[in-house]
């Protein structure tokens, strides 16, 4: 019996070949000539590529009419983007059809949330063995204490594995480096410090599945649409053509991009799920201590945090700031952000938390106390 969405999916899977051969065959028309260089028969192989393209859109119409008995009405692209949808609507179907599944954790509240509803879609699929969780760690005096243990732990809970990337230097390396801070046009700190440094996991992952047809690789983040407006346009499944090759096609699922954050502190409650305890102190974001995008009365409270916590991470990002010459925000230094901090300590004396506060905060008393009833329960 013909299966529609697989037979769909190998639609999508000879789309992005197609288009990736179209890329690469128009870029070699565009290099600059040089010996050994044939430029007709660049042209050649670029007419010969889109004549492909053009046939597997063909193909695209030809597979949704029989799955749909119906002809599909727009681009081969808008058809992608329906089954992708179907999909992403079905999160058990979904991680069935993976090879593999990749959960890209950062600890925070969000991604334990995206965590365990992956961890209840694989095992309704009966394929929990196809889910890894994998770390970005951005190194010390960057990252709160505690983060890649949190995120190790989180993976645990459900016997997961567990892997762990992290550049040289890391985040305070990288812009020692370079001599300047990232900032929200030009995130290189996202850049190199998770997706170059993710890239290798892939192949890793395709080389051990050792499948002879192109591996289907699920790439899961916990990111919410009401984050912000850039992550409200993101898809909820839509295709990583950087990621993707000839080996694999890999879509990126941003599997609670629906919910709000008060959904998020009501499923940490209701499943008992531990989070970071830098929550408790009034931050909202787990991330580096100082964000880049970071408002400036959360990098003060910030920083306030790390007084009480006896951290040196104020006095490193100063010192950076010193040494480089260039300020952490274009609008903000980090020297002045510390003297904010310390003057409101001055005031109003040091800060002061007890855990559970983030839950009691966001849903009141008793759901706390069921919270730190079922984390027990869960440990
Ligand atoms: S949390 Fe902020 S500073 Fe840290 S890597 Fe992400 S964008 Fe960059």
């Known amino acids: 019996m013909s299966d529609p969405v697989q037979t769909l999916l190998d639609q999508l899977r000879l789309g992005i070949q197609t288009s990736g051969a179209v890329r690469t065959a128009r870029n070699a028309t565009r290099r600059k000539p040089e010996a050994g260089h044939d430029l007709r028969a660049g042209h050649a192989r670029l007419r010969s590529a889109r004549n492909r393209a053009r046939a597997q859109q063909a193909a695209w119409r030809s597979a949704w009419r029989t799955c749909r008995g119906a002809a599909f009405r727009g681009s081969a692209r808008s058809a992608a983007d329906a089954v992708l949808a179907e999909l992403a609507a079905d999160p058990v179907e979904l991680v069935r059809r993976a090879d593999a599944v990749i959960y890209h954790s950062s600890a925070g509240k969000d991604s334990v949330v995206g965590l365990h509803r992956a961890v209840q ?41 567990f892997l762990v990337v992290a550049a040289d230097g890391g985040f305070v390396g990288m812009v020692e480096k370079r001599r300047m801070f990232p900032d929200a046009k030009r995130r290189l700190c996202t ?166 506060d983030a839950v009691r905060r966001h849903l009141g008393e008793d759901a706390c106390r069921r919270w730190e009833q079922r984390l027990a329960c869960a440990a």
């Open 121 to 161: 879609a694989a095992k309704r699929a009966g394929c929990l063995h196809k889910l890894v969780v994998v770390h970005a760690d951005l190194g010390p005096d960057t990252e709160w204490p505690g983060v890649r243990e949190l995120a190790q732990r989180q993976a645990e809970r459900y016997g997961l594995s």
């Open 191 to 356: 850049s190199s410090l998770k997706r170059d440094e993710l890239a290798p996991i892939y192949t890793r992952i395709t080389a051990a599945l050792g499948l002879d047809e192109q591996a289907l690789i699920v790439s899961v983040y916990g990111v919410r649409g009401g984050e912000s407006a850039a992550r409200a346009k993101k898809a909820p499944l839509s295709i990583d053509s950087r990621a993707s090759s000839g080996k694999r096609l890999v879509l990126t699922w941003n599997i609670i991009h629906h919910l709000s954050a008060a959904d998020v502190w009501s499923e940490i409650s209701e499943h008992g799920l531990e989070y970071h305890p830098i929550y408790d102190t009034g931050l909202d974001r787990l991330s580096c201590a100082y964000c880049i995008l970071a408002p400036d009365a959360a990098l003060v409270l910030a920083t306030r945090v790390c007084f009480a916590l006896g951290l040196p991470i104020p006095g490193v990002y100063v010192d950076l700031e010193r040494r480089i010459g260039h300020t952490f925000k274009p609008s903000q230094t980090l020297a002045g952000v510390v003297a904010a901090a310390r003057m409101l300590d001055a005031l109003d004396g040091p800060l002061v938390w007890s855990r559970g």
